[in-house]
Antibody
Framework: EVQLVESGGDLVQPGGSLRLSCAAS????????MSWVRQAPGKGLEWVAN????????YYVDSVKGRFTISRDNVKNSMFLQMNSLSADDTAVYYC?????????????WGTGTTVTVSS | DIQMTQSPSSLSASVGDRITITCRAS??????LNWYQQKPGTVPKLLIY???SLQSGVPSRFSGSGSGTDFTLTISSLQPEDFATYYC?????????FGGGTKVEIK
């Protein structure tokens, strides 16, 4: 079954760090732009960052610039999100998603999400 | 950044109703507009991409229209399984942005 599986979510104190992983199975992500999207409890969807297939371009939402770093390892068919200086506003379910290479570049395959809770 | 404004934020409807959800972009973005459905506790599901293209496996009662700044998602005959929250999303430029969501509830 084609799937993306996130891991690494945890309870962390304000100011702490976490590294999220997204592993693909039955699907090669090496030629795809990949995104991280988050959803705070009871809130809507917020795009966080994306990365080009070869890792040479990365983009972020303003609220995470300088604190989060997206990366990938195409050999391991995986993507990562290093999150530093975490605050309560970063509490959310984090999804990884594939940007499908068709007109509109929609997010067509989503992981099941991993929960990040920032609290003392 | 392109801001996406969805309306209404919620609506109540009955099975069999025709409903329309609107998404307005803060600037022109051709047809780089996608729609997603999310049911409580589940992952967002792609419904419509490039404003009008139906994702494989999505029932034909769902349709999308629009270009430029104004877009709509229509459900021609609401079914029990359609009660969910719907989001529009622009993929024209980074940062990618979502609308605030429209919660469709049972009347």
């Amino acid at each position: 079954e084609v799937q993306l599986v996130e891991s690494g979510g945890d309870l962390v104190q304000p100011g702490g760090s976490l590294r999220l992983s997204c592993a693909a199975s039955e699907l090669s992500i090496s030629t795809s732009w990949m995104s991280w999207v988050r959803q705070a409890p009871g809130k809507g969807l917020e795009w966080v960052a994306n990365i080009k297939p070869d890792g040479s371009e990365k983009y972020y939402v303003d609220s995470v610039k300088g604190r989060f770093t997206i990366s990938r390892d195409n050999v391991k068919n995986s993507m990562f999100l290093q999150m530093n200086s975490l605050s309560a506003d970063d509490t959310a379910v984090y999804y990884c998603a594939r940007e499908w290479r068709v007109t509109g570049t929609p997010l067509d395959i989503w992981g099941t999400g991993t929960t990040v809770t920032v609290s003392s | 950044d392109i801001q996406m404004t969805q309306s209404p934020s919620s609506l109540s409807a009955s099975v069999g109703d025709r409903i329309t959800i609107t998404c307005r972009a803060s600037r022109h973005m051709l047809t780089y507009l996608n729609w997603y459905q999310q049911k409580p506790g589940t992952v967002p599901k792609l419904l419509i991409y490039a404003a009008t293209s139906l994702q494989s496996g999505v029932p034909s009662r769902f349709s999308g229209s629009g270009s430029g700044t104004d877009f709509t998602l229509t459900i021609s005959s609401l079914q029990p399984e359609d009660f969910a929250t719907y989001y529009c999303q622009q993929s024209y430029s980074v940062p990618l942005t979502f609308g605030g969501g429209t919660k469709v509830e049972i009347k």
